[in-house]
């Protein structure tokens, strides 16, 4: 066989392998966590190669609080972290995530849903985590949450996850699902230097000058590791900028705002989504993960038929990417929510759509992925 | 014909293997897909379904191929359905095409809901014949490779190499060539529907049948 030209390196992987591929890519280096299906492959495949990293750590922990205890202490020394999980782990992993959030610790959590509540289905499909993933934590709290359809998707949206873990100082959680964790696709490795990496901002100040938590153009404020010789005390009460506790409100207020504030000012940066013939579409589909495919799939094959239906596949499931589908909302006479719960992900089209239009869900909680005729079916029922 | 094999159009060929948990069928559809994506260049999507237990259980592997990017994942109608099991085949056979082929092991499945079938006691082979009963999976991808006009043998035997530890490819590749010695001798060449040309993808290789 005659393969003359030079190609990209390409795997047979599966989307948790791509996770890994894309974690190392990004410049992960430190990994703690226990094993859950459907995400043990991230950690076993971790488990393989991270040691053998420069630098590499490898921790399985007792549980996901602790996994993720370690990942936050791991983050604050200088390191790029990661995390994953599934549904039941997740729930564990809630307390620390709030901390997270408030110390302000870049990281990366992969969950990969399975069906619940509880132990529920481990071996099968749901999307039922997603506002979980937005608000599971308590107290007011921005975070970043980002999903993937595909296999080489999970790559891209993994060292997406990392860059804006590091650029806004912030956790950023992936939610997959089942059907995308475990589907084995060929995907291009990227060669050196095709992602853009991001570096986290460290302090351009002698240490005498710093100020753990101060407030910059950004919103972000700049990571010293710890041991770096910098001053820098760590708590989950609300702080000052000198990183101590504070109940005076003009500094709590201060601090809040800037936190929502490092996200609010770059939601451009952050909403991403992927359009599919959605200029001239009379019917709007609003899909993510897995279903997001079924869904391509039912437009290809709606749009043979003559209907006029688009498709936007959300890459950022949270900050809802509100302008993408307020713009749908206008021009489409109905939309149609297709997702792995009871309508999770509807409640927030419903809420920017404001009622310019319908909205209409399928859901499915059984266990299996919502098919391509199923949502066939509600295009031609609209 | 020319010396460089032309690939195969296809449009979202669905092919579903099941059985029992411990068969094997994720390994080989694992090799399958691996085969067809890096070796024959196909767009291949495999996905996988088992129960929560540790061993037993049913299992299935569903790959699907196609010569363009493939969007839904999963498979809805089958143009192959390989059962390893009475369970597996009751519960799939109606998901197969009118014109599906359906393939089981014969001394697995006692009862199947039609008399068009292509079959062949894999594990009695496996057991008697190669001596390892392990070796079942690696002996029904002999026996698809036959079966499919657009998967070749050779890079099918590679992707089966690169997939086993070293200790155990021997065996697997006398499986394999069994596997794919029987069905060519009992299962006739491939159905019409699913040869689009002539020429076939692997034509040449054909040459080289041990």
Same mark, same amino acid.
């Given at each position: 066989?005659?393969?003359?030209?030079?190609?990209?390196?390409e795997?047979?992987?599966l989307?948790?392998?791509?996770?890994?591929?894309?974690?190392?890519?990004?410049?992960?280096t430190?990994?703690?966590?226990?094993?859950?299906?459907?995400?043990?492959?991230?950690?076993?495949?971790m488990?393989? *190669?991270?040691?053998?990293?420069?630098?590499?750590?490898?921790?399985?922990?007792?549980?996901?609080?602790?996994?993720?205890?370690?990942?936050?202490?791991?983050?604050?020394?200088?390191?790029?972290?990661?995390?994953?999980?599934?549904?039941?782990?997740?729930?564990?992993?809630?307390?620390?995530?709030?901390?997270?959030?408030?110390?302000?610790?870049?990281?990366?959590?992969?969950?990969?849903?399975?069906?619940?509540?509880?132990?529920?289905?481990?071996t099968?499909?749901?999307?039922?985590?997603?506002?979980?993933?937005?608000?599971?934590?308590?107290?007011?709290?921005p975070?970043?949450?980002?999903?993937?359809?595909?296999?080489?998707?999970?790559?891209?949206?993994t060292?997406?996850?990392?860059?804006?873990?590091?650029?806004?100082?912030?956790?950023?959680?992936?939610?997959?699902?089942?059907?995308?964790?475990?589907?084995?696709?060929?995907?291009?490795?990227?060669?050196?230097?095709?992602?853009?990496?991001?570096?986290?901002?460290?302090?351009?100040?002698?240490?005498?000058?710093?100020?753990?938590?101060?407030?910059?153009?950004?919103?972000?404020?700049?990571?010293?590791?710890?041991?770096?010789?910098?001053?820098?005390h760590?708590?989950?009460?609300?702080?000052?900028?000198?990183?101590?506790?504070?109940?005076?409100?003009?500094?709590?207020?201060?601090?809040?705002?800037?936190?929502?504030?490092?996200?609010?000012?770059?939601?451009?940066?952050?909403?991403?989504?992927d359009?599919?013939?959605?200029?001239?579409?009379?019917?709007?589909?609003?899909?993510?993960?897995?279903?997001?495919?079924?869904?391509?799939?039912?437009?290809?094959?709606?749009?043979?038929?003559?209907?006029?239906?688009?498709?936007?596949?959300?890459?950022?499931?949270?900050?809802?990417?509100?302008?993408?589908?307020?713009?749908?909302?206008?021009?489409?006479?109905?939309?149609?929510?297709?997702?792995?719960?009871?309508?999770?992900?509807?409640?927030?089209?419903?809420?920017?759509?404001?009622?310019?239009?319908?909205?209409?869900?399928?859901?499915?909680?059984?266990?299996?992925?919502?098919?391509?005729?199923?949502?066939?079916?509600?295009?031609?029922?609209? | 014909?020319?010396?460089?094999?032309?690939m195969?159009?296809?449009?979202?060929?669905?092919?579903?293997?099941?059985?029992?948990?411990?068969?094997?069928?994720?390994?080989?559809?694992?090799?399958?897909?691996?085969?067809?994506?890096?070796?024959?260049?196909?767009?291949?999507?495999?996905?996988?379904?088992?129960?929560?237990?540790? *061993?037993?259980?049913?299992?299935?592997a569903?790959?699907?191929?196609?010569?363009?990017?493939?969007?839904?994942?999963?498979?809805?109608?089958?143009?192959?359905?390989?059962?390893?099991?009475?369970?597996?085949?009751?519960?799939?056979?109606?998901?197969?095409?009118?014109?599906?082929?359906?393939?089981?092991?014969?001394?697995?499945?006692?009862?199947?809901?039609?008399?068009?079938?292509?079959?062949?006691?894999?594990?009695?082979?496996?057991?008697?014949?190669?001596?390892?009963?392990?070796?079942?999976?690696?002996?029904?991808?002999?026996?698809?490779?036959?079966?499919?006009?657009?998967?070749?043998?050779?890079?099918?035997?590679?992707?089966?190499?690169?997939?086993?530890?070293?200790?155990?490819?021997?065996?697997?590749?006398k499986?394999?060539?069994?596997?794919?010695?029987e069905?060519?001798?009992?299962?006739?060449?491939?159905?019409?529907?699913?040869?689009?040309?002539?020429?076939?993808?692997?034509?040449?290789?054909?040459?080289?049948?041990?």
């Open positions: 066989m005659a393969q003359a030209k030079k190609k990209r390196t795997i047979f992987a989307g948790n392998e791509a996770v890994v591929e894309g974690a190392l890519i990004a410049g992960c430190f990994y703690a966590g226990y094993p859950i299906t459907p995400s043990s492959e991230i950690m076993e495949i488990a393989a *190669r991270l040691p053998r990293t420069p630098e590499g750590v490898f921790l399985q922990m007792e549980d996901e609080i602790g996994s993720l205890g370690a990942a936050i202490g791991a983050s604050l020394a200088g390191r790029k972290v990661m995390t994953a999980t599934s549904g039941p782990g997740f729930s564990l992993m809630q307390e620390h995530i709030g901390y997270a959030c408030m110390v302000e610790s870049p990281l990366v959590i992969v969950n990969v849903m399975r069906g619940g509540p509880s132990t529920g289905l481990p099968s499909p749901s999307q039922g985590d997603v506002q979980q993933a937005r608000w599971g934590t308590h107290g007011d709290h975070i970043i949450v980002l999903s993937a359809s595909d296999v080489q998707e999970c790559l891209e949206m060292v997406r996850a990392f860059n804006m873990a590091e650029k806004y100082r912030t956790p950023v959680i992936l939610l997959l699902d089942e059907v995308t964790a475990h589907t084995r696709e060929k995907i291009f490795l990227p060669e050196p230097g095709e992602y853009e990496i991001l570096e986290r901002a460290v302090p351009s100040v002698p240490p005498e000058w710093f100020k753990p938590y101060e407030d910059t153009a950004r919103g972000v404020p700049p990571v010293a590791p710890i041991g770096a010789g910098y001053r820098t760590i708590t989950g009460l609300t702080h000052d900028p000198m990183g101590y506790p504070t109940q005076r409100p003009d500094e709590i207020n201060t601090a809040m705002h800037r936190m929502f504030r490092k996200i609010d000012q770059f939601f451009d940066d952050i909403q991403l989504v359009e599919f013939l959605t200029e001239d579409a009379e019917i709007g589909i609003v899909a993510y993960g897995s279903v997001a495919r079924s869904a391509r799939l039912a437009v290809t094959k709606a749009r043979e038929r003559g209907y006029k239906v688009g498709l936007i596949t959300l890459k950022t499931l949270f900050p809802f990417p509100k302008p993408s589908v307020v713009a749908l909302a206008r021009k489409a006479k109905c939309i149609l929510v297709p997702e792995m719960n009871m309508g999770q992900m509807s409640r927030e089209v419903k809420r920017v759509n404001n009622g310019a239009t319908r909205v209409r869900t399928i859901n499915r909680v059984d266990g299996s992925i919502i098919t391509p005729s199923e949502i066939l079916k509600s295009i031609t029922q609209v | 014909m020319s010396k460089k094999a032309k195969q159009e296809l449009n979202r060929f669905e092919l579903r293997l099941s059985g029992l948990g411990g068969q094997g069928i994720i390994t080989l559809g694992k090799i399958l897909g691996t085969a067809l994506a890096l070796g024959h260049g196909y767009y291949v999507t495999q996905t996988q379904s088992y129960g929560p237990e540790a *061993r037993g259980g049913s299992s299935r569903d790959l699907v191929i196609s010569s363009h990017p493939i969007s839904y994942p999963k498979t809805e109608n089958l143009d192959l359905l390989v059962a390893l099991s009475q369970e597996a085949c009751n519960a799939y056979y109606r998901y197969l095409k009118p014109n599906g082929v359906l393939m089981v092991d014969t001394s697995m499945v006692a009862n199947t809901p039609t008399n068009v079938y292509k079959g062949l006691p894999f594990t009695t082979l496996a057991k008697d014949k190669i001596g390892l009963v392990q070796t079942l999976n690696i002996l029904v991808l002999g026996a698809v490779t036959h079966l499919l006009p657009f998967a070749g043998q050779r890079r099918m035997k590679k992707a089966v190499e690169q997939a086993l530890p070293p200790k155990i490819q021997e065996i697997n590749i499986a394999f060539n069994l596997g794919h010695r069905a060519a001798k009992h299962f006739g060449d491939a159905p019409a529907v699913w040869l689009e040309a002539e020429e076939m993808a692997d034509a040449e290789e054909d040459t080289e049948h041990v």
